[in-house]
């Protein structure tokens, strides 16, 4: 006895035999479809308020250019002007995008031919991965727990979850690659007991999905990893492994045909793409794990130096996830159940590949780990509910603390509407004052609303190297910016043109937002 509840085996069993009723049955179809309802609100509302930025034209425009052109690629970026690799060139990058993997942009393309190019739809197609996401993951914990509860509220803290909202109404491939990498899980587990070779074939083919929609979808193979470990490892034999190879053969056989039509292009872009740091933490594993938490969850997520105020109490949200990790994975009470045992293992699992295997510390992968946290968060939080007394409100007290704190952070953002503040209003800007011939540089994203053939060219070094000399430059805070300050150190003779471009040879003329507007001076006095 504990708090005044049974805990024992049967106990449990009856308490889950309570919780299959058709009563109960009728309250998780409408439970479901209010988180689904939430979910779709919250995502939509940021796909239609955020601010577009770069890297969304990088992941968008080669499939615009698929069904434009017929070739597949990043038309609005100047060779040389790529803001991470300054003084690298990416030849043909115009006509063959090689520094991004293919299968999102294929998607896109496909999306783009049904339905038109534009931002929202770009990040509609995200929204649906998202939802895909969340079955996936409900089904993950309702196969280990065998508890619906437990599974709707594993659902229910993550359509609330910032990085996961964040990711479904984003441009980047990265909720295309995490709902392949829970797809391939969750397959797994659905098809396990009863037919092996085609868990393996099926989890493997959303796998090999996962790494060509972005190379960090290879996360979720060591989780695949790991549940066949610890479910088949007597099963397993060697004929599963040429199972296993034959999605990879086909996507990366497809992929590797698409290399061959201009290798060179591909070993520069994408070799130049992957050398940016990314592997840093296998060098130095203790700074690894360091930066994993003071920049990745602290830094650019939820803590960041310019939050104030109440924006400081979200903090609380990895603290918490990580203190549901490390009571299911190593708390006693909690460690006896499989499915927190599991989960707890694979959040472990997860976090240690991303501090030493992803050295960017780049937020926006936090998709693929914050929905394993919030399964933890689940189980901890319907255990414990379960054990009743003091127990059951710290963790009714938990969740709702997820709730309010994520809902607020989102519904804080939508309000803000930086979509109309710093984009719409500069694209509009630009419109009233350009010529038919006007060269605009700026990110990528202009293209959305200037187009991406011709009036736009993302290139950070603003003509240092190409020459061209730019009409209008619009300086946003979330790329080129921040391309500007590090400029400053990487780049000397770079960052210079560049400030004698923007101060001397143009004149600041408009601001929106975050966003601000340069105009050529030469332009100004011909008016």
Same mark, same amino acid.
């Given at each position: 006895m504990r708090g005044?509840?049974?805990?024992? %085996? %049967?106990?449990m069993m009856e308490r889950r035999q309570d919780e299959s009723r058709p009563l109960y049955r009728r309250a998780y179809s409408w439970i479901g479809a209010v988180?689904?309802? !939430?979910?779709l609100a919250l995502a939509c509302g940021t796909a239609l308020t955020k601010r577009p930025w770069c890297d969304e034209a990088c992941f968008a425009n080669p499939?615009?250019?698929?069904?434009?052109?017929?070739?597949?690629?990043y038309t609005a970026m100047d060779p040389t002007g790529y803001s991470i690799l300054i003084g690298w060139v990416f030849p043909r990058v115009q006509t063959h995008a090689y520094f991004i993997m293919p299968f999102d942009p294929l998607l896109q393309a496909g999306w783009f031919k049904l339905f038109g190019v534009g931002v929202f739809t770009m990040r509609s197609l995200h929204i649906l991965f998202g939802m895909a996401a969340l079955f996936c993951w409900g089904f993950l914990v309702l196969r280990l727990s065998g508890s619906p509860p437990a599974a709707l509220l594993a659902i229910a803290l993550m359509v609330v979850d910032r990085s996961f909202v964040f990711a479904a109404a984003d441009g980047r491939p990265d909720?295309?690659?995490?709902?392949?990498?829970?797809?391939?899980?969750? !397959?797994?587990?659905?098809? =396990?007991?009863? =037919?092996?070779?085609?868990a393996i074939f099926l989890a493997n083919a959303c796998l090999a999905a996962a790494v060509l929609s972005h190379p960090i979808g290879g996360v979720s193979a060591f989780g695949l990893l790991y549940l066949a470990i610890h479910f088949d490892r007597s099963r397993l034999a060697w004929r599963h492994i040429?199972?296993?190879?034959? %999605?990879? !053969?086909?996507?990366?056989?497809? $992929?590797?045909?698409?290399?061959?039509?201009?290798?060179?292009?591909?070993?520069?872009?994408?070799?130049?793409?992957?050398?940016?740091? /990314?592997?840093?933490?296998?060098?130095? %594993?203790?700074?690894?794990?360091?930066?994993?938490?003071?920049? /990745?969850?602290?830094?650019?997520?939820?803590?960041?130096?310019?939050a104030a105020g109440w924006k400081k109490l979200t903090v609380l949200i990895p603290v918490l996830y990580g203190?549901?990790?490390?009571?299911?994975?190593?708390?006693?009470?909690l460690r006896k159940h499989e499915a927190a045992r599991i989960l707890g293992r694979l959040a472990v699992i997860y976090f240690v590949v991303f501090s030493l295997l992803e050295g960017t510390k780049a937020d926006f992968y936090l998709v693929h780990m914050t929905p394993l946290l919030c399964c933890c968060a689940a189980i901890w939080i319907h255990s414990? $509910?379960?054990?009743?007394?003091?127990?059951?409100f710290t963790g009714a007290a938990v969740a709702l603390l997820l709730v309010v704190f994520q809902i607020g952070w989102n519904v804080y953002s939508i309000r803000g509407n930086p979509y109309r503040q710093s984009y719409t209003a500069i694209t509009t800007y630009i419109k009233q004052h350009a010529g038919p011939h006007t060269l605009v540089m700026g990110g990528g994203e202009l293209g959305f609303d200037l187009g991406f053939y011709g009036p736009v060219l993302e290139d950070a070094t603003l003509g240092y190297y190409s020459g061209r000399q730019p009409d209008f430059v619009v300086v946003d805070d979330k790329c080129y910016r921040q391309t500007l300050y590090e400029l400053e150190?990487?780049?000397?003779?770079?960052? /210079?043109?560049?400030?004698k471009v923007l101060n001397q040879d143009c004149e600041k003329v408009f601001t929106s937002g975050t966003s601000d507007v340069y105009a050529r001076r030469s332009l100004l006095l011909s008016r």
């Open positions: 005044g509840t049974n805990d024992s %085996p %049967p106990a988180a689904l309802c !939430v979910y499939g615009v250019d698929l069904i434009t052109r017929g070739s597949f690629g909720m295309t690659s995490a709902a392949f990498g829970v797809a391939a899980l969750a !397959v797994y587990l659905g098809f =396990r007991e009863s =037919r092996l070779g085609l040429l199972v296993a190879a034959v %999605p990879y !053969v086909v996507g990366f056989g497809l $992929w590797g045909w698409y290399i061959s039509l201009d290798p060179e292009a591909f070993q520069k872009q994408f070799l130049a793409n992957a050398s940016t740091g /990314r592997f840093g933490g296998l060098s130095a %594993p203790l700074l690894g794990f360091w930066h994993e938490v003071t920049i /990745r969850y602290m830094a650019r997520s939820y803590l960041p130096a310019s203190l549901a990790a490390l009571i299911c994975g190593f708390m006693p009470t414990w $509910w379960l054990t009743g007394g003091v127990r059951r150190g990487k780049a000397p003779d770079v960052y /210079r043109h560049v400030m």
